[in-house]
């Protein structure tokens, strides 16, 4: 089943043509990479995914459904939650309060403490910390904070905007291996990164964007061996 569907989207702001003509598809269960140089337009298809930035033409279908007159809130209430670049927990509010935050666009609250519960279990710091303000964790605790408040929405579709972005080496290990878990239980997700290798290996498709536009697509364990892509952006990792 198709979850997510966009086509010839395109997103601008002011002169700047940030997306163009972009399409991708995404289905019930898959995870799906958009990799792509600084600027190429990753976080701008996220933030059109979720109704952060209005698109000056295309088709967002989430479930069969137009979801491109909804709001951001809406959007949630859908099924789709969204885990920002730079994480953006709000530091003054504490752990538990941050999880708390991401149910509020959720049409059903209920057994919501089994839900905070979960997660604790999932990520053990978060519990220990969780009357202490979000500001006094490290940024990888910031980051596993960031990915609970998401889950908190009972998402069906989890939009990951570089998850691993100025992590230590440890604290990208674990999130890749949360990912994984994630992945394994059958959630959907649409995952950017600059890491173009991690991104690879964590996903089952992905697309290549540059300056904005599709110029590759495929399965991700062929993605790995294109020349094309190992030259412009696997060459400087290894
Ligand atoms: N709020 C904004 N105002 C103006 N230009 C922006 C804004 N956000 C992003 N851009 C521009 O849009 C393009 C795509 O940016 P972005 O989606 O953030 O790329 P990526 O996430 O791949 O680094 C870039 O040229 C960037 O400079
Ligand atoms: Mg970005």
Same mark, same amino acid.
């Given at each position: 089943?198709?979850?997510?569907?966009?086509?010839?989207?395109?997103?601008?702001?002011?002169?700047?043509?940030?997306?163009?003509?972009?399409?991708?598809?995404?289905?019930?269960?898959?995870?799906?990479?958009?990799?792509?140089?600084?600027?190429?337009?990753?976080?701008?298809?996220?933030?059109?995914?979720?109704?952060?930035?209005?698109?000056?033409?295309?088709?967002?279908?989430?479930?069969?459904?137009?979801?491109?007159?909804?709001?951001?809130?809406?959007?949630?209430?859908?099924?789709?939650?969204?885990?920002?670049?730079?994480?953006?927990?709000?530091?003054?509010?504490?752990?538990?309060?941050?999880?708390?935050?991401?149910?509020?666009?959720?049409?059903?609250?209920?057994?919501?403490?089994?839900?905070?519960?979960?997660?604790?279990? *999932?990520?053990?710091?978060?519990?220990?910390?969780?009357?202490?303000?979000?500001?006094?964790?490290?940024?990888?605790?910031?980051?596993?904070?960031?990915?609970?408040?998401?889950?908190?929405?009972?998402?069906? %579709?989890?939009?990951?905007?570089?998850?691993?972005?100025?992590?230590?080496?440890?604290?990208?290990? *674990?999130?890749?291996? %949360?990912?994984?878990? !994630?992945?394994?239980?059958?959630?959907?997700?649409?995952?950017?990164?600059?890491?173009?290798? !991690?991104?690879?290996?964590?996903?089952?498709?992905?697309?290549?964007?540059?300056?904005?536009?599709?110029?590759?697509?495929?399965?991700?364990?062929?993605?790995?061996?294109?020349?094309?892509?190992?030259?412009?952006?696997?060459? *400087?990792?290894?």
């Amino acid at each position: 089943m198709t979850l997510l569907s966009i086509q010839s989207l395109n997103v601008n702001y002011g002169y700047i043509q940030a997306l163009r003509d972009v399409a991708l598809h995404l289905d019930a269960g898959e995870t799906v990479a958009a990799v792509g140089a600084n600027g190429a337009g990753k976080s701008t298809l996220l933030r059109a995914v979720i109704g952060a930035v209005t698109p000056v033409a295309g088709v967002i279908s989430f479930a069969g459904k137009d979801i491109g007159t909804l709001s951001a809130p809406q959007r949630v209430a859908e099924g789709i939650a969204m885990v920002p670049e730079g994480r953006q927990v709000f530091v003054s509010l504490t752990v538990e309060e941050n999880l708390l935050v991401g149910m509020s666009a959720r049409r059903d609250r209920d057994n919501h403490r089994e839900d905070i519960d979960r997660i604790y279990e *999932r990520f053990p710091n978060l519990a220990e910390r969780r009357h202490f303000e979000a500001r006094v964790l490290s940024g990888g605790e910031q980051q596993m904070l960031a990915i609970g408040r998401a889950l908190m929405a009972r998402p069906r %579709l989890l939009l990951l905007d570089e998850p691993s972005l100025g992590l230590s080496p440890a604290y990208v290990n *674990r999130v890749y291996a %949360l990912l994984e878990d !994630l992945q394994r239980q059958g959630m959907s997700m649409l995952l950017v990164e600059q890491n173009v290798t !991690l991104a690879l290996k964590l996903s089952n498709r992905a697309y290549v964007l540059e300056l904005g536009r599709v110029a590759l697509s495929g399965k991700s364990s062929d993605l790995m061996q294109s020349q094309r892509l190992r030259e412009a952006y696997l060459g *400087r990792e290894t």
